[in-house]
């Protein structure tokens, strides 16, 4: 009966809601180690990296993924976003996708803007002081430095 109702992608959406979810919650060093955990995972699902031990690449998906889930850290990484899946779901991939472009985003957003600005300088340091891509701050901060003036007036 199951075969006449065609497979939606809800169970995908719904894992990777999850483990996003489960990402602002963690502290960065965990953040740092569910990177580098589907970085590894993603490698060989992608095929740009052969499975541990083989000469060849598995040519089936389906093996591939449990492979790499059991072999490159996609365990791993499922755990420690709290992730309950097969080692061969089709749908980690893309959640592992959808993880990585959520921890990469703020760094594109500011080198973007040190694209745009011309002020890599400026932008890296307002950076480290604490001010974020999204503050009108950073803003100020960068008119006040294309117009040469200091930061903070002399009284």
């Known amino acids: ?25 963690l502290t960065p060093g965990r953040r740092h180690v569910i990177q580098a955990a589907a970085e590894e995972y993603l490698s060989q699902v992608d095929r740009r990296r052969l499975p541990m031990g083989y000469d060849l690449p598995i040519t089936l998906d389906h093996s591939n993924r449990a492979d790499a889930y059991r072999m490159r850290r996609g365990d791993t990484f499922a755990r420690m976003l709290g992730i309950s899946c097969q080692p061969s779901d089709a ?22 803007r040190a694209t745009v ?39």
């Open 91 to 112: 749908d980690l991939p893309n959640t592992a996708r959808a993880v990585l472009a959520a921890i990469n985003a703020p760094v594109d957003r500011l080198t973007a």
């Open 1 to 25: 009966m199951a075969d006449h109702f065609p497979r939606t992608s809800a169970p995908a959406s719904r894992q990777t809601r999850h483990a996003l979810t489960a990402l602002t919650t």
């Open 117 to 155: 600005t011309g002020q890599p300088t400026t932008i890296a340091l307002l950076h480290i002081l604490g001010a974020t891509d999204s503050d009108p701050d950073m803003d100020e901060a960068l008119r006040r430095a294309r117009a040469g003036r200091p930061a903070v007036a002399a009284r």
